[in-house]
């Protein structure tokens, strides 16, 4: 699949510059991180989360944990982990688990921990387990420059 179509017309409509990286097949991005030798502090992971009326997509470094009790708080509102179905429909394009942290691209809102901003690069996967998107970090700061900023994470 290499990356998802609307992530691609996404960066391409916002002008982000990126670079694709393929590594062997993984299942979490810890993995991904520890095979294409990336320090999980800048590979940015998706955590869909489910609330009485929608979602929010959480994005966290790979070497985090959302922690979901200051996240509630954050949101004012009673949260979960959204399913495989809802995160399969919402992320169509995708592989199952591989959704990028871009919910712009997917109209999804989106919650972004404090510590991936102002890296100099961040990495994320592209819509399927092999792939791993690069962009500079004021480039991934952009792209999250409507989401709500916030610290809600914990380093695993």
Not at 48 to 56: R, V
């Amino acid at each position: 699949m290499s990356i998802a179509r609307r992530l691609k017309d996404h960066l391409d409509a916002e002008g982000i510059r990126y670079e694709t990286t393929r590594h062997p097949r993984t299942a979490t991005a810890s993995e991904a991180a520890e095979l294409a030798h990336i320090p999980g502090d800048r590979l940015a992971k998706s955590v869909l989360i489910h609330f009485e009326d929608g979602h929010a997509l959480a994005v966290v470094p790979s070497s985090h944990r959302v922690d979901l009790t200051s996240l509630q708080e954050l949101l004012d509102r009673r949260i979960g982990l959204a399913s495989e179905t809802e995160l399969g429909q919402i992320f169509d394009d995708c592989d199952m688990g591989a959704a990028p942290p871009v919910g712009a691209a997917y109209r999804v809102r989106t919650v972004v921990d404090d510590s991936l901003s102002g890296l100099d690069r961040v990495w994320f996967e592209g819509g399927d387990h092999r792939t791993l998107v690069s962009v500079a970090g004021s480039d991934f700061d952009r792209l999250m420059q409507d989401a709500v900023h916030a610290a809600f994470s914990h380093r695993t």
